[in-house]
């Protein structure tokens, strides 16, 4: 009798035991299963991070030529900017030379202005209804190119104004003479 429960022991043994590989069976096909599918998703990352880095470099170079293309156009602009700001100095420049120039020109008029002084005498004239010359020049001083003509009686001076002239006189009237009268022309 202890034989037959011996064996039906060993029996529920091998069974337990068949049960319990066929469940491990089970499992290791899940498992072997399951690392098929994360080799496959392993793989499809691999190949997906593989195109990604590609486009990423594709993209980086494309920047990188964007990039330098701008970059060549701005330092393009900034020295045809740099050119035409030099030209425009130039010009000012120029123009600044050329103004001071004129002002120094008009401050010195100004500083030193035209001027011209001339005392001319005749002692005595009978002349009628003409210019009565000088029998001689007193008096002269100018920094212009005027001149009195004692011979003619004439003043003359090439830088253009308004001029004063005077003279005095002492005339003789006797009876029966003529009204002396001396007209500025």
């Known amino acids: 009798g ?8 060993a029996q529920g043994d091998e069974e337990g035991l068949a049960l319990i590989e066929e469940k491990m069976q089970g499992e290791l096909l899940q498992l072997k299963t399951e690392n098929l599918q994360l080799k496959e998703e392993l793989a499809n990352t691999k190949e997906d991070m593989a195109n990604a880095m590609e486009n990423l470099g594709r993209d980086l170079a494309i920047t990188k030529e ?5 970059l060549a156009n701005t ?5 045809n900017a740099m050119e035409n700001l ?3 100095l130039a010009i000012t420049k120029e123009d600044l030379l050329t103004k001071d120039q004129e002002l120094e020109k008009d401050v010195s008029f100004l ?4 001027f011209f002084h001339a005392c001319g005498y005749q002692h005595d004239t009978t002349i009628t209804g003409q210019t009565i010359p000088y ?6 001083s100018t920094n212009t190119e005027g001149v009195l003509d004692v011979s003619t009686g004439r003043m003359t001076c090439d830088h253009p104004g308004s001029y004063t002239a005077t003279w005095s006189l002492y005339a003789i009237d006797d009876a029966g003479d003529n009204a002396v009268q001396i007209y500025l022309r």
Not at 111 to 114: G, H, L, M, R
Not at 135 to 140: A, D, Q, T, V
């Open 2 to 9: 202890g034989q037959g429960q011996h064996g039906r022991h």
């Open 66 to 70: 964007d990039m330098g293309r701008d």
């Open 75 to 79: 330092k393009e602009d900034l020295a």
């Open 86 to 88: 030099g030209r425009s």
């Open 111 to 114: 500083k030193d202005p035209p």
């Open 135 to 140: 029998s001689s020049l007193l008096y002269s």
